[in-house]
Structures are given as C-alpha cells and as structure tokens.
C-alpha cells in the first residue's frame, strides 16, 4: 500500500462546476500538505500550500485537511478548461526541503469541459 | 527568463547505451532535486542536493549517478540503461522556508528500447 493514495481518474465535469479532488494518507506524521497542477507535457507547478489542519483559500481554491481522518481535499469552484490537468497532492512530516523529502500522491487528472 | 531548465527534452536511446541529463536553476536555490515519474504518473524522488552535498538518496540502482558541480547545476548520468528506465525526469530546486515550493523543470522524457 502506497503512503498516499489519489483516484487517477479520469475525472470529467462540464465548465462551471464544483470539482473535489482528494488523497488520503497512511503516515500520521505528516503536517505539511501540497497540490501541484500538472499539464500536459509540463513540470508540476505548486497550487496550494497548508500546514497541518484547517482550510485555505485562494481564488476559486479551497485546500482542506483533515489530520484526523488522514485525508485532504482540494475544491475547485467554477471550473474551467484551462483547470484541466493533473493535480498531484504531496506531503511531508518536516518542512519539505533539504533533506526532507516530499511524497506524492499518483495524481488525479482532470478535464473540464466547454 | 526560464527558471529550472532541463537538456534534452528528449531522449531515444537502445538498451545497455550510458546517457545523461542536465539540469540547471537560476533561482539562486541551495537544494535540487531529481525525480522520475512513470506512466502512471507517480513521481518519486530519486536524489536531492543541498549545496553541493548529496542528502535524500532513495532505493535507486547504483547504475544511476548524480552529479552537483555547483549549487546551480544538477545532473544525471544512467548507466546501462535497461527498459524499466523509461520516465520523464524531472529536475526541481527548492529554498529553505516559506512555502517549501519545489520548481520543477520541463523534464526529460526518455524512452530504451
């Protein structure tokens, strides 16, 4: 069993809808959570960025974490085509960076359509 | 101006050849990182430098080696390269603090046959 698992998807919504992306996780250390937008053929680029629980919201975007549950949740409101893509969440139990590495989840891709 | 940049985008080459990617970050960064991503699109680290000095090694073959001339360049030489090598790699740089981002580069997309 992987230390974060994500539905690959594909998952399809029409332009204008509520999207609920999620991963849950195994290591109870973990504090430090991310999603990374992926496109086609492209680097992961950082979305969102939260420290241990709670929500945070930027834009149209809502991350969630939920550490007792192990299981986070990236929302997107009023979805558009140029959100699709592959949205990969990752965590860490120190600060990611240096030594301290970062785990991925597999990704789960998107499409919004016209 | 690009941030991370990775040479070749591209890579075809047989079974058993010895190849290598190049990474570059103008960033100012001190840590970068490789990262191999399969076709399921599971990214997972492979090596991580911090100025210079070798830090995360994870469970990869001895066939791959990396290399930090300096804090700006990473590279990544594969030796005897074997079918399961094919990924896209990915380099990234990060700083300490803030949000902890990772850039990632373009990645090198590379195929054995």
């Known amino acids: 069993q992987k230390e974060v698992e994500q539905d690959p998807g594909p998952l399809s919504v029409p332009e204008g809808a509520i999207v609920s992306l999620n991963c849950t996780y195994s290591n109870s250390a973990f504090q430090y959570f991310m999603w990374y937008r992926q496109y086609s053929r492209k680097g992961p680029e950082l979305l969102m960025y939260t420290y241990s629980s709670g929500n945070k919201e930027d834009g149209r975007f809502t991350a969630q974490v939920d550490k007792s549950s192990k299981y986070i949740s990236l929302f997107i409101r009023d979805s558009q085509p140029s959100d699709s893509a592959t949205y990969l969440c990752a965590m860490s139990a120190t600060p990611p960076g240096g030594g301290n590495k970062l785990t991925f989840g597999t990704g789960t891709q998107l499409k919004v359509e016209l | 101006d690009t941030a991370v940049s990775q040479t070749p985008k591209y890579l075809v080459t047989q079974m058993g050849n010895d190849k290598s990617i190049k990474c570059e970050q103008n960033?100012?960064?001190?840590?970068m990182y490789w990262y191999k991503q399969d076709s399921k699109k599971f990214l997972k680290i492979m090596f991580s430098y911090n100025n210079k000095e070798l830090i995360i090694n994870e469970t990869v073959p001895n066939r791959f080696s990396p290399k930090s001339p300096d804090k700006a360049h990473l590279n990544l030489h594969i030796n005897s390269l074997e079918l399961g090598d094919s990924a896209v790699y990915f380099c990234a740089s990060s700083q300490e603090g803030g949000t902890y981002e990772q850039y990632f580069g373009p990645g090198t997309r590379l195929t054995v046959t």
């Open positions: 960033l100012g960064h001190d840590t």
